[in-house]
């Protein structure tokens, strides 16, 4: 496995509709490698801290294999790395086989999986498309979040190597079909839900989704 890019970008304003809105989903590939400090890379900055970054979500991958994907079901969009907001776009990575606590490698930093992506309006803004997220959600395609647990230097062409799994846990893709499909997957979400290993606010979707088909 290994980053096949490493991806920065900076908080810009767009105009959406009739609205201003503060967006960090630009991102482009690096000049070089960069440090990734406990809430981002250096270069790269979160525009709405609500929902986006903080310590769960101080990394974005996204698998490279996915692009073929997108490529044929948007063939007018000019694809290039970080296209997804991602801030390391990745080669071996697969949701299928990464577990929520795994911890990898990635070049000089250590880092730990904490949940997929759940996206917000701003990736259709980032598409030109209302049905963007609407569209991520459904194909499972969604990406893998980490929090730091070493600091360190990674950049475009660095390993990617896994130092311990939670494979009899939940993987990426169990949250993804579950989030998307819930009534499909009833006991995934009870089994999501008792194992309380996800963040607090996506934990607490899963429990109110829960509540609501119960009752």
């Given at each position: 496995?290994?980053i ?26 690096a ?6 400090y406990?809430?981002?890379v ?22 490279s294999?996915?692009y ?9 969009v ?10 390391v ?5 697969w949701?299928?086989d ?14 730990k ?30 990406g ?12 475009g ?26 009534r ?25 989704e ?6």
């Amino acid at each position: 496995m290994k980053i096949i890019s490493l991806n920065v970008g900076l908080p810009r304003r767009i105009f959406y509709g009739d609205r201003e809105v503060m967006t960090g989903i630009f991102k482009s590939p690096a000049d070089g490698p960069r440090m990734l400090y406990r809430l981002n890379v250096e270069g790269d900055r979160q525009a709405d801290l609500n929902v986006h970054g903080g310590t769960n979500k101080a990394l974005y991958a996204y698998p490279s294999e996915h692009y073929a994907y997108w490529r044929q079901q948007l063939p007018e969009v000019d694809f290039t790395w970080g296209q997804f907001g991602e801030n390391v776009t990745t080669e071996g990575l697969w949701e299928q086989d990464v577990w929520i606590g795994d911890v990898y490698r990635m070049g000089q930093a250590v880092v730990k999986v904490t949940q997929p992506r759940m996206p917000c309006y701003k990736l259709g803004i980032r598409f030109g498309r209302d049905d963007m997220v609407k569209r991520f959600l459904v194909s499972g395609r969604s990406g893998i979040y980490f929090s730091v647990v070493e600091q360190g230097l990674l950049g475009g062409g660095d390993t990617i190597e896994k130092i311990s799994t939670q494979s009899d846990g939940i993987s990426i893709r169990d949250v993804n079909r579950a989030y998307a499909h819930s009534r499909d997957n009833l006991e995934l979400v009870r089994r999501i839900v008792d194992a309380r290993i996800l963040p607090s606010g996506l934990q607490q979707d899963f429990a109110d989704e829960l509540a609501r088909i119960d009752s």
